[in-house]
């Protein structure tokens, strides 16, 4: 555990790796995420950050060995939140957490032993990004999301209004120059509208 906090604190984390696209707006950026393995569990509920934390948890017992081989798994930036946003205001909504699993165990990543915690295998995705700064909440997502929402709006980029992401960079223990995104799908042409 020490050794993945100081890692954490002191040293470059590997992140999923990314093209990024020809266009930026002013105020967003487009990038290309490649085809990888992702670690992941899913919980329900009316606010992103108790789900996140109760996710994030499942998943840091899975890279500190609580998977079949016993192996430590180094930890990775982001910790990437997939939002399926509820029917209503009241609704619950589903979290998929996830990890990006290194490129040491990208081959052949140990198998979960949490029944709740699963390997995917994510597509190649383009995604829009707005950074942020600070200690993310759901005021800060939430509003972060929308002005996202409105520079493609106002750019006429298509995008898939739902599921988004939120990611975050940084360990608890970093207090300045943190680092928050939200992520909005680019629409491709299977989207129905």
């Not at 930026?24 to 490649?34: N, S």
Request: glycine fraction near 6%.
């Amino acid at each position: 555990m020490l050794k993945t906090i100081g890692q954490a604190l002191f040293s470059k984390i590997e992140n999923p790796k990314f093209t990024p696209g020809e266009k930026q707006g002013e105020d967003y950026e487009v990038r290309t995420y490649q085809a990888a393995k992702w670690v992941s569990t899913t919980t329900t509920g009316l606010q992103s950050d108790p789900a996140i934390s109760t996710g994030f948890r499942k998943l840091f017992k899975y890279i500190q060995g609580a998977n079949q081989n016993k192996v430590t798994v180094d930890m990775t930036a982001p910790v990437a939140c997939l939002v399926q946003p509820g029917a209503g205001p009241a609704c619950e909504s589903t979290f998929t957490v996830s990890f990006y699993v290194p490129e040491e165990h990208q081959a052949s990543p140990p198998e979960p032993s949490d029944e709740t915690v699963f390997l995917e295998g994510k597509k190649e995705f383009t995604a829009y990004v707005r950074t942020y700064g600070g200690f993310s909440n759901e005021q800060s997502k939430q509003e972060n999301l929308l002005k996202l929402v409105e520079s493609l709006t106002r750019d006429g980029v298509p995008f898939q209004e739902q599921p988004y992401y939120t990611a975050g960079y940084d360990s608890p223990f970093k207090l300045t120059n943190r680092r928050n995104e939200v992520w909005i799908l680019k629409r491709t042409e299977e989207v129905q509208e």
